[in-house]
Nanobody, 120 residues
Framework: QVQFVESGGGFVQPGGSLRLSCAASGSIFRIFVMGWFRQAPGKQRELVAR???????NYSDSVKGRFTISRNNAKNTGYLQMNSLKPEDTAVYYC??????????????WGQGTQVTVSS
């Protein structure tokens, strides 16, 4: 089973930027669909961005135009560049990867996540 270690979170003021990283174990990661999810206090975990092994990306409406997902398959690493951050982006961010988009949404294989706090 692939394991994930997220990093790069922190405290930032509104309008600021952060870059999250996701280190995945195992070279099989490179053929998986990878996603970044987030969970705010009292809310369900939600998918914010997804990228296929070939580089096709999708974003939730709430982050479109502000966040950019990318991956380096040679390093088994994924990234989430977050710009123009808003207080409502505050959440624990998780990465995950699975053979397909459907299995990505059903996965329960989660790492520790990284906390992002946006506040003035």
């Amino acid at each position: 089973q692939v394991q994930f270690v997220e990093s790069g979170g922190g405290f930032v003021q509104p309008g600021g930027s952060l870059r999250l990283s996701c280190a995945a174990s195992g070279s099989i990661f490179r053929i998986f669909v990878m996603g970044w999810f987030r969970q705010a206090p009292g809310k369900q975990r939600e998918l914010v961005a997804r990228i296929t092994s070939g580089g096709t990306t999708n974003y939730s409406d709430s982050v479109k135009g502000r966040f950019t997902i990318s991956r380096n398959n040679a390093k088994n690493t994924g990234y989430l560049q977050m710009n123009s951050l808003k207080p409502e982006d505050t959440a624990v961010y998780y990465c995950n990867a699975a053979p397909s988009s459907d299995s990505l949404m059903r996965s329960d294989n989660w790492g520790q996540g990284t906390q992002v706090t946006v506040s003035s």
